[in-house]
């Protein structure tokens, strides 16, 4: 009878705690299990006067949107914190991105460019990525390259696969070191520098903390100063494609140590934007209060890609251009 008693006794002891584990709330799971929580917001589309307006056809989805990448970029770097998403911002205990679109002119004089305002506070966190995850890789669409790292934003890079010269740094590996150039250096200390590639070599940019060099040009601005004749400057010798002229563009700029622009002018299409010459960009850079400043890939590759969207109009006829690589923030 006694041995009967106590086997009941644990059978109940056994049932209780079983439902007490059953009942656990999901945020008390995720406490013990040491998983971080997730905070995020979403509003709606913002005007041009406000914000951030996204090209038709993409506004519907924007909430939607935002929120799947938003989760899939706190897996990557935000994994150790929480942060805070919208449709034109993003905001971390590291790092603080803003999207913003700026018009100015009108009728066949307009232009519209896209702005993404980006700072960190610790260390330098951009980061560059080759299409197919791999120097030499077939090109890729800024977005694919960018949603496949976990891009919280990004922008198209140099196209470093239509030319054979250049000095060639990615994540702090030197793939190429043929000068030919003017340069850009973006170094682990949260800073970046415009340099002549003809006086230096891969093996020096490495050993003085470079992390990613581009190679197109021109150099925009140096020492908050635009450069002189960037609207006669040649990325190629015997180029098939001129960039001077009016024309959609790509650049990124400086405005202090860990703080930087992303700068996206679209092109091609007037009255809604007619693109720039080289020194009007470099002025857009100015005005944004960029100490340094480089010129990108433009024309039909100029894309900036934002929390899972295009959030400009690429001027290609359908849609995104495939391009060698990216530089982002995850």
């Known amino acids: 009878m006694k041995k ?57 989805a924007a909430t939607t949107s935002s929120t799947a990448a938003a989760a899939a970029t706190g897996g990557s770097g935000d994994a ?37 305002d980006i700072k960190f506070t610790e260390g330098a966190d951009l980061e560059s990525a080759l299409a197919n995850g791999w120097y030499g890789g077939t090109a890729q669409d800024t977005s694919a390259i960018a949603e496949f790292n976990h891009a919280i934003v990004a922008i198209n890079g140099d196209y470093y696969g239509v030319r054979r010269d250049g000095i060639i740094i990615r994540n702090g590996v030197a793939y190429r070191d043929v000068p030919a150039r003017t340069g850009l250096a973006i170094y682990k ?22 992390r990613d060099t581009f190679s197109f040009g021109p150099g925009l601005l140096v020492d908050g100063a635009v450069v002189d004749n960037i609207d006669t400057y040649e990325a190629e010798v015997n180029a098939r494609h001129a960039i001077e002229g009016l ?18 002018v679209d092109g091609r299409n007037p009255g809604y934007s007619r693109g720039v010459t080289l020194e009007e960009f ?49």
């Open 189 to 210: 200390d949260g800073t970046m520098k415009v340099y002549t590639e003809a006086a230096t070599s891969a093996k020096q940019l490495l050993a003085e903390g470079v």
């Open 247 to 264: 024309n959609p563009r790509t650049g990124v700029g400086m405005i202090g140590t860990n703080h930087f622009v992303f700068v996206v």
């Open 4 to 60: 009967t008693l106590t086997i009941s006794l644990a059978c109940v002891l056994i049932v209780v705690a079983l439902a007490a584990l059953a009942c656990e709330s999901p945020a008390a799971s995720a406490a013990s299990s040491g998983t971080p929580a997730v905070t995020q917001t979403a509003s709606a589309p913002q005007t041009a006067s406000t914000g951030l307006t996204l090209p038709a056809g993409q506004a519907a």
């Open 80 to 116: 150790a914190g929480e942060y805070t998403a919208t449709d034109n911002s993003y905001t971390s205990a590291t790092k603080s991105i803003t999207i913003s679109k700026v018009t100015t002119g009108g009728g066949q004089d307009q232009v519209t460019y896209y702005v993404a």
């Open 282 to 330: 470099a002025q857009i850079f100015k005005g944004l209060g960029c100490t340094t400043a480089y010129n990108l890939d433009g024309g039909g590759s100029a894309t900036l890609y934002f929390m899972g969207n295009v959030v400009n109009a690429p001027s290609e006829k359908n849609g995104e251009r495939a391009v060698s690589d990216i530089l982002f923030v995850d």
